[in-house]
């Protein structure tokens, strides 16, 4: 499928295909560390749960990560250079319909001295339907706004969301808080959820600024995943007792925002990567 405008896309590899594709990414592998590093490309398993998504240790497998092919394998990089690698995704032809998922891993490994091997990874997800037909559809549904104060007085918007399609989703937008005490504004706050399962929920949580007043505000929260976008607004109360707010949804499919950021460790962390033009992922490989 043609996915320049999905904003997902331009962080995981995600695609809906038949049963007997073969499809092709190409990633850039980025040394940014002053010194030349030897970095492993390859596949592995996870999973998408109630937590979210969910990386499995080391090189574990699973039927998605068997049908990766990354080259080249390896790479050494000098200080600041880059590689562009190949990512073959052959889906065998009978395979069953169904969300899968894996992670594109850059690895590098290291002593520190003392005999301890210090291993870190950078990653891109993938989200990989398969099934006849079209693509399944992607939905969800965002419950009403509730406004409260924590004990130590900061101001909290939540709300629940529940998965309603059939795709996993990355849920990220923005809060805006508006006609508040005095007519005063509030600046927008970025938003984001841990991935959604299939028919599941989360209850997502905006912290706001500690110095906002008390009183009522408009509150609008702009939810999306890829193509799928939804809205909703209403009147938030802080301070005193909570309100729930009113819920206007807006189901149009226009492209808000991408998702979240993919990252594992092995007893070192190492987060992240970018995207770059002509639909490239990049894997860089953080210093030590």
Known sequence: MNRRDDSR????????????????????????????????????????????????????????????RVE????????????????????????????????????ISGTDGQQIQNVGRAGIRVYLSVGPGGEPPSGFEIGPLTGLREPDGTPVVTTEVRNTGQRALDLAGELRLTDGPGGLSADPVRVEAATLPLGGSTTVRVVLDHRLPDGTWTAKLDLASGWTRRSASGTVSFGGA?????????????????????????????????????????????QE
Do not use: M
């Not at 073969?22 to 040394?31: D, G, L, Y």
């Not at 499919?253 to 992922?281: D, E, K, N, P, T």
């Open 72 to 107: 080249p394998g390896e790479e050494a990089l000098a200080a600041g250079e880059e590689v562009e690698a190949l990512v073959t995704i052959r889906v065998p032809r009978d395979a069953e319909a169904g969300e899968r998922y894996a992670v594109v891993w850059g690895e």
């Open 242 to 286: 909570t309100v729930p707010a009113a819920v206007h949804t807006d189901r149009s499919s226009a492209v808000l925002a991408g998702g979240l950021v993919a990252s594992g460790l092995v007893l070192a962390v190492l987060f992240g990567f970018a995207y770059r033009r002509r639909a490239q992922q990049r894997l860089p490989i953080p």
């Open 9 to 68: 896309a331009h962080k995981y590899i995600v695609d809906h295909v038949k049963p007997g594709t073969t499809i092709k990414r190409r990633i850039v592998v980025e040394n940014s560390s002053p010194v030349q590093r030897k970095v492993a490309l390859y596949a592995a398993a996870a999973a998408v749960a109630e937590q979210g998504f969910v990386i499995a240790p080391d090189r574990t497998e699973n039927e998605l990560s068997s049908w990766i």
